[in-house]
């Protein structure tokens, strides 16, 4: 560091004084006096008031204006020119918004600005501009700062020096928690949600009775936080315990909603209640930002109808939607499920911030009142010292009259006769002589005897008072249960809006679950042009349906529009379609190709709905191949799943279900060989080449089928009959898996297939 230049003698520029110092400490010096300036004078609130200086200054400006509840309005433009002109020398902007805050009764659980005008609303609009808006303060806020004129707190200078303001608020409304608080200061933050003055002077009563007791026990109280827009707050008391006692988590709320029965089996949702803080308007665009992008496919719209209470009304797509489901879904997609982090960062009586549990709050809030109590005690037993001293004095004057008129009348300095003669006081004489005529009918000495024994009285309390603590603490509960009348849950403002009812985390609902259920025929052409009719239309009659020319059936089957439709590629490879997005059965269809990245040229060996617990017998016409479960081989892209693996010139050809009663397997080979063994010498894969089933000379397989050898194997007999054949006596077919086999049983069909 370069030493410093001192200025030359006589010299006013501020140049000549010029220190060079590294730049990091003059950084580091400078940054950190604009943190502490934040942290203590701007972004945390006082444990005592629960306010932020511009807070604090706001309702002192509006109590020097006498903006008392039962007075009339007065311009917000006032206040806030008043405020920033002689306590808070800051942008007028920020004020008001402070201002603005402290009225809204969706953001103060407990407001301390009653406004009259536009204070913006939950829709998250703002506020009129100060000249339109009128104010005045609330019943709360005067239990606030109830005590300032009784000596309670210190008073400091303002900025300028011209006037004086409170350090703190000595009133015993629970601020910090009944209102809550949140600011970002720097390297720290402050996040707290209001909580009932009910059961918070609940908890501070079981403190004092119970100092020692443990965190847990205020749980008994303090059922969870209690805002001002309502809700559900659905975490588990173990979770909710744990937030208080270490004053770190959060707390996961979710909006009140109830099923509106409309008639006929028609209803609606109709949410009643919303999370805090969040903005109503931005909600509904949510909601409807997810009906346009069919991102929900069981929602069908949604609508405000809110007056001067909330009314979101959320319709489904049809009577036969779950409401939970539906709901669930939402909560998982929007802010109708959010959480509140808490984080109890507050200034302390020394002005130091921590995070502190439930208890350590209350603990240190109610040392507050105590002293509080104490120095409002100490303030009136000084007043009633005064008032005694006064009271002795027109005693004396009383019952010396005469000759205190004569004094008066004939001495020309009265004042040290009447001290020597009486012995009174310096007050006690200037009080006699400052006495007006009009006052001499009141010196009655039964009424200043009267209002000297009650003056006595009353200090005889305050001195039991201040020298007993336990007197002390006895005098707070019972200051404590009359804050409790005026707040308790059977009036309007201190009933618990915020349910608290636990409820799982809101899962993730299958696609299938949001998808109305509707049966529906799946048609696909041999050219690969899918479609799906409403209904279960007769299978037979799939021939009859309309098809381009040279074009005709390949595959049609009945489903449900809540299923998975498995379409197998003769390379091996599994594409997945959605049974309720293919296309409506009015016209040909849409190729299939345009939905899944099915390269041409390629065939399609089979088309079948996906069964949850289904199996499929899938075969190369290698004669390798295994069994796979449905539901193993759903592919979440277009371009598929590869489940089986056909080696260098072989093809996927067979791809069939395996009722649940099926126990054998029967092959064909184009050589015309059958073989016959049991279903469980196949080995159930999730993707692979299998092993071999049938072995070959030459050609390779034509078909496999599974089958219950009790109930014998059957076959197609071809033609028009439609007539089956069934051989119930296969032991010359019955071999070990991957053997050569005979010749099939007479009357097989010349195609080598089963039909």
Same mark, same amino acid.
Request: hydrophobic fraction near 40%; glycine fraction near 8%.
């Given at each position: 560091?370069?030493?410093?230049?001192?200025?030359?003698?006589?010299?006013?520029?501020?140049?000549?004084?010029?220190?060079?110092?590294?730049?990091?400490?003059?950084?580091?010096?400078?940054?950190?006096?604009?943190?502490?300036?934040?942290?203590?004078?701007?972004?945390?609130?006082?444990?005592?008031?629960?306010?932020?200086?511009?807070?604090?200054?706001?309702?002192?400006?509006?109590?020097?204006?006498?903006?008392?509840?039962?007075?009339?309005?007065?311009?917000?433009?006032?206040?806030?020119?008043?405020?920033?002109?002689?306590?808070?020398?800051?942008?007028?902007?920020?004020?008001?918004?402070?201002?603005?805050?402290?009225?809204?009764?969706?953001?103060?659980?407990?407001?301390?600005?009653?406004?009259?005008?536009?204070?913006?609303?939950?829709?998250?609009?703002?506020?009129?501009?100060?000249?339109?808006?009128?104010?005045?303060?609330?019943?709360?806020?005067?239990?606030?700062?109830?005590?300032?004129?009784?000596?309670?707190?210190?008073?400091?200078?303002?900025?300028?020096?011209?006037?004086?303001?409170?350090?703190?608020?000595?009133?015993?409304?629970?601020?910090?928690?009944?209102?809550?608080?949140?600011?970002?200061?720097?390297?720290?933050?402050?996040?707290?949600?209001?909580?009932?003055?009910?059961?918070?002077?609940?908890?501070?009563?079981?403190?004092?009775?119970?100092?020692?007791?443990?965190?847990?026990?205020?749980?008994?109280?303090?059922?969870?936080?209690?805002?001002?827009?309502?809700?559900?707050?659905?975490?588990?008391?173990?979770?909710?315990?744990?937030?208080?006692?270490?004053?770190?988590?959060?707390?996961?709320?979710?909006?009140?909603?109830?099923?509106?029965?409309?008639?006929?089996?028609?209803?609606?949702?109709?949410?009643?209640?919303?999370?805090?803080?969040?903005?109503?308007?931005?909600?509904?665009?949510?909601?409807?930002?997810?009906?346009?992008?069919?991102?929900?496919?069981?929602?069908?719209?949604?609508?405000?109808?809110?007056?001067?209470?909330?009314?979101?009304?959320?319709?489904?797509?049809?009577?036969?939607?779950?409401?939970?489901?539906?709901?669930?879904?939402?909560?998982?997609?929007?802010?109708?499920?959010?959480?509140?982090?808490?984080?109890?960062?507050?200034?302390?009586?020394?002005?130091?911030?921590?995070?502190?549990?439930?208890?350590?709050?209350?603990?240190?809030?109610?040392?507050?009142?105590?002293?509080?109590?104490?120095?409002?005690?100490?303030?009136?037993?000084?007043?009633?010292?005064?008032?005694?001293?006064?009271?002795?004095?027109?005693?004396?004057?009383?019952?010396?009259?005469?000759?205190?008129?004569?004094?008066?009348?004939?001495?020309?300095?009265?004042?040290?006769?009447?001290?020597?003669?009486?012995?009174?006081?310096?007050?006690?004489?200037?009080?006699?002589?400052?006495?007006?005529?009009?006052?001499?009918?009141?010196?009655?000495?039964?009424?200043?005897?009267?209002?000297?024994?009650?003056?006595?009285?009353?200090?005889?309390?305050?001195?039991?008072?201040?020298?007993?603590?336990?007197?002390?603490?006895?005098?707070?509960?019972?200051?404590?249960?009359?804050?409790?009348?005026?707040?308790?849950?059977?009036?309007?403002?201190?009933?618990?809006?915020?349910?608290?009812?636990?409820?799982?985390?809101?899962?993730?609902?299958?696609?299938?679950?949001?998808?109305?259920?509707?049966?529906?025929?799946?048609?696909?052409?041999?050219?690969?042009?899918?479609?799906?009719?409403?209904?279960?239309?007769?299978?037979?009659?799939?021939?009859?349906?309309?098809?381009?020319? +040279?074009?005709?059936?390949?595959?049609?089957?009945? $489903?449900?529009?809540?299923?998975?439709? #498995? /379409? %197998? !590629?003769? &390379? @091996?490879?599994?594409?997945?379609?959605?049974?309720?997005?293919?296309?409506?059965?009015?016209?040909?269809?849409?190729?299939?190709?345009?939905?899944?990245?099915?390269?041409? +040229?390629?065939?399609?060996?089979?088309?079948?709905? $996906?069964?949850?617990?289904?199996?499929? #017998? /899938? %075969? !190369?016409? &290698? @004669?390798?191949?295994?069994?796979?479960?449905?539901?193993?081989?759903?592919?979440?892209?277009?371009?598929?799943?590869?489940?089986?693996?056909?080696?260098?010139?072989?093809?996927?050809?067979?791809?069939?279900?395996?009722?649940?009663?099926?126990?054998?397997?029967?092959?064909?080979?184009?050589?015309?060989?059958?073989?016959?063994?049991?279903?469980?010498?196949?080995?159930?894969?999730?993707?692979?080449?299998?092993?071999?089933?049938?072995?070959?000379?030459?050609?390779?397989?034509?078909?496999?089928?599974?089958?219950?050898?009790?109930?014998?194997?059957?076959?197609?007999?071809?033609?028009?009959?439609?007539?089956?054949?069934?051989?119930?006596?296969?032991?010359?077919?019955?071999?070990?898996?991957?053997?050569?086999?005979?010749?099939?049983?007479?009357?097989?069909?010349?195609?080598?297939?089963?039909?």
């Amino acid at each position: 560091m370069a030493d410093v230049i001192d200025p030359p003698a006589g010299s006013d520029d501020p140049f000549d004084s010029i220190v060079d110092a590294p730049f990091d400490a003059a950084l580091s010096e400078r940054y950190l006096v604009y943190a502490l300036s934040t942290i203590t004078a701007r972004s945390l609130p006082d444990l005592r008031d629960g306010l932020k200086p511009v807070h604090r200054r706001l309702l002192w400006a509006m109590r020097q204006l006498k903006l008392d509840p039962t007075g009339g309005y007065k311009k917000s433009a006032r206040v806030v020119g008043d405020v920033i002109g002689k306590y808070h020398p800051h942008g007028d902007a920020s004020v008001y918004d402070a201002m603005v805050r402290l009225a809204q009764s969706f953001s103060l659980r407990y407001p301390l600005v009653d406004g009259q005008g536009n204070f913006g609303n939950i829709d998250g609009d703002n506020a009129a501009a100060y000249r339109y808006t009128e104010a005045r303060m609330t019943p709360a806020a005067i239990e606030l700062m109830a005590g300032l004129d009784d000596g309670t707190v210190d008073y400091r200078p303002t900025y300028n020096g011209e006037d004086e303001e409170p350090e703190i608020f000595p009133g015993l409304f629970p601020n910090l928690l009944a209102n809550g608080a949140s600011g970002i200061a720097v390297g720290m933050a402050t996040s707290i949600p209001p909580q009932n003055v009910a059961e918070v002077i609940d908890a501070a009563v079981h403190v004092i009775d119970n100092p020692k007791c443990e965190p847990i026990e205020l749980m008994e109280f303090v059922k969870g936080p209690d805002f001002p827009t309502g809700g559900q707050l659905v975490d588990s008391p173990a979770a909710i315990a744990e937030a208080y006692a270490t004053g770190r988590g959060s707390f996961r709320v979710r909006a009140r909603w109830s099923v509106e029965d409309l008639g006929r089996g028609t209803w609606v949702i109709v949410v009643t209640e919303i999370p805090y803080q969040v903005q109503k308007g931005k909600l509904i665009e949510a909601i409807a930002q997810i009906v346009n992008d069919k991102k929900l496919p069981i929602l069908a719209d949604v609508r405000d109808e809110s007056a001067e209470e909330i009314r979101l009304v959320i319709e489904p797509r049809s009577r036969t939607v779950d409401p939970d489901v539906l709901m669930e879904s939402l909560f998982r997609m929007t802010d109708l499920e959010n959480k509140f982090p808490l984080n109890l960062n507050v200034l302390g009586a020394d002005r130091t911030p921590r995070v502190m549990g439930l208890k350590s709050v209350l603990v240190a809030w109610l040392d507050h009142q105590i002293e509080v109590l104490i120095r409002r005690s100490q303030h009136r037993l000084g007043k009633i010292d005064d008032r005694l001293e006064l009271l002795d004095g027109y005693l004396i004057a009383y019952l010396n009259l005469d000759r205190v008129i004569e004094i008066i009348r004939t001495e020309d300095e009265p004042k040290p006769v009447m001290m020597a003669e009486f012995g009174l006081t310096d007050r006690q004489a200037e009080a006699i002589l400052n006495m007006r005529l009009r006052s001499l009918r009141r010196l009655e000495e039964m009424e200043l005897k009267g209002e000297r024994d009650k003056l006595m009285a009353e200090r005889e309390g305050l001195v039991a008072l201040l020298d007993s603590p336990a007197k002390q603490k006895t005098r707070l509960k019972k200051d404590l249960a009359a804050l409790r009348t005026r707040y308790g849950p059977e009036t309007p403002i201190g009933r618990r809006r915020t349910l608290v009812e636990e409820a799982a985390p809101a899962r993730e609902i299958p696609l299938e679950a949001m998808i109305e259920r509707e049966p529906i025929t799946v048609i696909m052409s041999q050219r690969g042009w899918v479609r799906a009719m409403k209904g279960h239309v007769a299978l037979d009659a799939a021939d009859a349906l309309k098809f381009k020319e +040279g074009d005709g059936a390949a595959f049609a089957f009945h $489903a449900q529009t809540t299923d998975k439709i #498995l /379409l %197998a !590629a003769e &390379d @091996g490879r599994f594409f997945t379609l959605g049974a309720d997005k293919l296309p409506g059965g009015r016209g040909f269809g849409e190729p299939v190709r345009l939905m899944i990245d099915l390269p041409d +040229g390629l065939a399609i060996v089979n088309l079948l709905p $996906a069964r949850a617990e289904e199996r499929l #017998l /899938l %075969a !190369a016409n &290698d @004669g390798k191949g295994f069994v796979v479960k449905s539901s193993e081989i759903i592919a979440e892209t277009r371009k598929g799943r590869q489940v089986v693996n056909v080696r260098a010139g072989a093809k996927l050809a067979v791809v069939r279900p395996i009722s649940a009663d099926h126990d054998y397997v029967a092959a064909v080979g184009d050589n015309r060989k059958l073989v016959v063994f049991p279903l469980n010498e196949l080995p159930e894969m999730g993707r692979g080449q299998g092993v071999t089933i049938q072995k070959y000379k030459d050609g390779g397989l034509s078909d496999v089928v599974t089958f219950k050898l009790e109930d014998g194997l059957s076959w197609a007999m071809g033609g028009d009959t439609g007539r089956t054949r069934t051989e119930t006596d296969l032991t010359p077919w019955r071999v070990a898996r991957g053997a050569a086999g005979r010749m099939p049983p007479l009357g097989f069909p010349r195609d080598n297939t089963f039909g």
